[in-house]
């Protein structure tokens, strides 16, 4: 996993893993999540991906978006 890089300081996300159709988000609490395509929607997931990359806004999108559309 690639450590996610928390430009504001304040977030929750750890670190993340992105696939062709998947972004898997440990957060600080030490648990993870995948979200999928299927689970969350590929706009979601793709959006997720750039946040992630930018490491910046992700919890947020996650809290306001996804929350529990997680596969596992």
Not at 10 to 32: A, D
Not at 47 to 70: D, F, H, P, W
């Amino acid at each position: 996993m690639q450590r996610y890089s928390n430009r504001s300081g304040g977030s929750g996300v750890y670190s993340y893993e992105t696939g062709s159709n998947y972004i898997k988000v440990k957060f600080r609490t030490g648990r993870s999540y995948l979200y999928t395509y299927r689970s969350a929607g590929r706009r979601n997931i793709e959006n997720m991906k750039q946040l992630a990359e930018r490491g910046s806004g992700l919890n947020s999108y996650i809290n306001t978006n996804v929350k529990y559309n997680y596969a596992r």
